[in-house]
């Protein structure tokens, strides 16, 4: 069987810009490793898309993208306080159903304390990426893109 490698966990995987479109935004392997789309670390890639993190497509990352919006809109799934930034981040999407379904369900979580301490950290570290100098660097979050 053919082998596989995977970039060591030091290396810096370049960012993909914000797509356009869907056609647009099919990012392919590099040499040093996989893109990595903007808000996310190289462990988060291969956390959403599994074996296939380092040759995804659009369509793939689409799909996984609006299955994660509808499960962090399932009321018995997560906590109101765990799922509201996720439907923040979907509601940004690029691609308007994800967008629209994230935005539907936001005004579920109007009881959500964005003042809670907890909340706040997440929000910066979702805008401004992984400030911690004692992150290891394949952990580490890019800030998101702001077009």
Aim: no cysteine.
């Amino acid at each position: 069987s053919p082998s596989t490698t995977s970039p060591s966990p030091s290396s810096s995987a370049p960012v993909v810009p914000a797509p356009s479109s869907t056609a647009a935004a099919t990012p392919a392997a590099s040499p040093s490793g996989p893109l990595i789309p903007h808000g996310m670390s190289l462990s988060a890639v291969q956390r959403i898309m599994g074996k296939t993190y380092d040759r995804y497509n659009a369509d793939e990352l689409l799909s996984r993208r609006m299955s994660a919006v509808i499960l962090a809109s399932l009321p018995d799934f997560l906590t109101l306080e765990e799922s509201h930034p996720l439907l923040i981040i979907g509601a940004a999407d690029p691609h308007h159903t994800v967008g629209q379904k994230a935005e539907d369900n936001l005004p579920k979580h109007s009881k959500v304390n964005m003042e809670d301490p907890a909340m706040i950290k997440t929000m910066f570290t979702m805008a401004l990426g992984s400030q911690d100098k004692n992150t290891p660097e394949h952990e580490k979050r890019s800030p998101v893109s702001i077009l």
